[in-house]
């Protein structure tokens, strides 16, 4: 963890990468509290395409209301391969002094924060991270904002699936998003009462997942439902259901579930902890704690190095795959 010497007077903020429900919140409770310490906050439009190319405009108590409940970003957001360029890196310095810009808050996911700690290590502008990805696959953070969300949104289509499966007596293989991380899959199957999950880091073999069924069958179960992880592209379920129908004859009924996770209102969870982790950022940052984002450990916020948070895996929780196959009998 790094600290800085400066006085922070007024600073930016910018969401990147991915949208996840409760980004607004967060960007709500920065403001707010930034004010109340009389901070300026300057909003940074569609992440580090906005700090390259100076599409920053002030943030206001009254810019955020009415934005709590609301999904998405405000300030929009954004990837940029451009920013893997030191060079391109040294131009968005010239964004910050022309706003006199102090700080910096990234909220976003793992490539955002590799940005940010770049930005440190090369210049020295104080940052601080909150992370919001509804992929769960910060090192370090027990939760990220959005990822409650996104696993009641995938749940909620996961309930009305079965319904189907159950009325056809129907195999169904449902989609869900996570790049590599299994968070989604894991949390949404255990859940939902799935009969297995497919994880990128896990170890769920074809062949016993086809015998588990056909058992199952014998003892007079005559739907399922399975869960897979998209891993590093979506469709990984066609690729599951081909193989399913080579080795067993069972023909899966496909269903991705894509970007609706992304969307819609946060929940409760997620705009609480949003609120608690945009006023941590904020009072890290004015008290000179930097290159650190805000994690979670159960109740408690806690500072993450950029550096350790870039570096470490985050697996997910297998035991979760196991439990489901014991309960789903």
Not at 24 to 45: F, K, L, T
Not at 148 to 163: G, S
Not at 236 to 259: E, F, Q
Not at 307 to 327: C, D, G, M, N
Request: glycine share 10%.
């Amino acid at each position: 963890m790094a600290q800085h010497q400066k006085k922070i007077s007024r600073i930016g903020i910018y969401t990147s990468g991915g949208d996840a429900p409760g980004m607004n919140a967060a960007i709500r409770a920065v403001v707010r509290v930034a004010h109340s310490m009389n901070i300026e906050v300057m909003g940074i439009s569609q992440g580090y395409i906005g700090l390259i190319e100076n599409r920053v405009a002030p943030l206001n108590i009254r810019d955020v209301a009415n934005i709590i409940q609301r999904g998405g970003t405000i300030l929009k957001t954004g990837r940029s391969t451009d920013f893997h360029k030191p060079e391109v890196r040294a131009r968005s310095i010239e964004t910050l002094k022309t706003h006199n810009i102090d700080g910096l808050i990234c909220v976003g996911g793992d490539g955002s924060f590799r940005g940010a700690h770049a930005l440190w290590n090369e210049h020295k502008i104080p940052i601080v991270g909150i992370p919001g990805t509804i992929d769960n696959d910060i090192f370090g953070s027990d939760l990220t904002i959005g990822f409650d969300t996104a696993v009641n949104t995938a749940l909620d289509a996961i309930d009305k699936i079965r319904d189907t499966a159950d009325s056809h007596d129907r195999v169904f293989i449902v989609e869900v998003m996570g790049r590599n991380s299994g968070f989604i899959a894991c949390h949404v199957g255990l859940a939902g009462g799935a009969e297995e999950i497919f994880v990128p880091d896990g170890n769920t073999n074809i062949e016993k997942s086809i015998d588990r069924i056909k058992d199952s069958i014998k003892k007079g179960k005559r739907s399922s439902i399975l869960i897979t992880a998209e891993g590093q592209k979506p469709g990984r379920a066609y690729d599951l259901a081909d193989a399913i129908r080579k080795k067993s004859g069972i023909d899966p009924k496909i269903c991705i579930l894509g970007h609706i996770q992304r969307g819609g209102s946060p929940t409760s969870v997620d705009r609480v902890l949003a609120s608690r982790m945009g006023a941590a950022a904020i009072d890290n940052l004015s008290k000179g704690f930097c290159d650190i984002l805000i994690g979670s450990d159960g109740p408690n916020l806690l500072q993450v190095p950029f550096e350790l948070a870039t570096t470490k895996e985050k697996r997910s929780p297998l035991e979760y795959v196991q439990l489901s196959q014991i309960l789903a009998i």
